[in-house]
Nanobody, 122 residues
Framework: QVQLVESGGGLVQAGGSLRLSCAKS????????IGWFRQAPRKEREFVAA????????LYADSVKGRFTISRDDAKNTVYLQMSSLKPEDAADYYC???????????????WGQGTQVTVSS
């Protein structure tokens, strides 16, 4: 099993930056890829970014490429999502999730955190 806890959400002005953290508590020896998803009110959950278990490869949604950076620190069991140049449309609840193989579909992910809210003021 793996438990995920997101933190770092909050209120930020448009054009500002914010770093989200996903702390992992893993009780098996399985290697997991980690993805970030977001869901705005009255909208479907959408893929944001993902990183493989060894950090060798990353994936980004076109809407955030060049503005967001995903990274991981295995010594701290934490995955980060550094967000910059934030736009009002980035406002959403952000979730991290674990999968055996990262992809852009939420159906690929087995474990999910409870989410952290990001609000962007215009």
């Amino acid at each position: 099993q793996v438990q995920l806890v997101e933190s770092g959400g909050g209120l930020v002005q448009a054009g500002g930056s914010l770093r989200l953290s996903c702390a992992k508590s893993i009780t098996t020896l399985n290697r997991y890829d980690i993805g970030w998803f977001r869901q705005a009110p009255r909208k479907e959950r959408e893929f944001v970014a993902a990183i493989t278990w060894n950090g060798a490869r990353t994936l980004y949604a076109d809407s955030v490429k060049g503005r967001f950076t995903i990274s991981r620190d295995d010594a701290k069991n934490t995955v980060y999502l550094q967000m910059s140049s934030l736009k009002p449309e980035d406002a959403a609840d952000y979730y991290c999730a674990a999968a055996f193989s990262a992809g852009t579909s939420s159906s690929s992910y087995i474990y999910w955190g409870q989410g952290t809210q990001v609000t962007v003021s215009s």
